[in-house]
């Protein structure tokens, strides 16, 4: 059997625990680069996931908010649709009761009798004209240039003026007030700077 001094056990020893010393630095040290590894991993997939998190939520508040201020939009617009139409109704309503003075004014004659001078070379001899009912300035007029035309009266001729239809030519003429005081509905809509604008 082979003795070792002492020396040499305590070297051989003293190598065999500075090598078990080396293995177990390594080995703590390759765990606590695998811990390392692993906290920014999670630290990383945390991060990616409250910035998603984040994103989606504020995605959400977006539109919400998008929704609300559309609907706050289109409330605000049916208000100021509602206020022009009221405008426009009361401004159509004071110039029909103007159009109605007018009617039974002296100038109303003269009024009837150019619209008559006209209309004389489109028309032959015996048209229909129909009258608001009660007209007689129009009837009048009618009778002193047309003596041999049907004349009839219509309820649906509020504020005054005629109409004229002649089967022969296939014509029909609107001279009402009723009818120019509707067609200046879309000139008015378009100069009246009522712009709807939110």
Known sequence: MIQQSPAKT???????????????????????ETTAAEMQRAEDEARRDGHQKIELA??????????????????KKKEIYAKR?????????????????????????DFLEACL????????NSPTFTVAENDKAALAAIAGKYPAA?????KSIHIGGFTI??????????????TRLSEQLDWFLLHCNLKIEI
């Open 117 to 124: 001078a006209n209309i004389s070379d489109k028309v032959g």
């Open 150 to 154: 049907a004349v009839k009266e219509s």
């Open 10 to 32: 305590r070297s051989f020893l003293k190598a065999i625990n500075k090598a078990a010393m080396q293995k177990c630095n390594d080995i703590a040290k390759q765990i606590e």
């Open 85 to 109: 139409r009221a405008y426009q109704e009361e401004i159509f309503s004071l110039a029909a009761k103007e159009l109605s003075e007018f009617a039974q004014s002296a100038q109303y004659q």
């Open 165 to 178: 239809k002649d089967s022969e030519k296939g014509l029909l003429i609107d001279e009402t007030l009723d």
């Open 58 to 75: 504020k995605n959400k508040i977006e539109m919400q908010a998008k929704k609300e201020v559309a609907a706050f939009e289109t409330e």
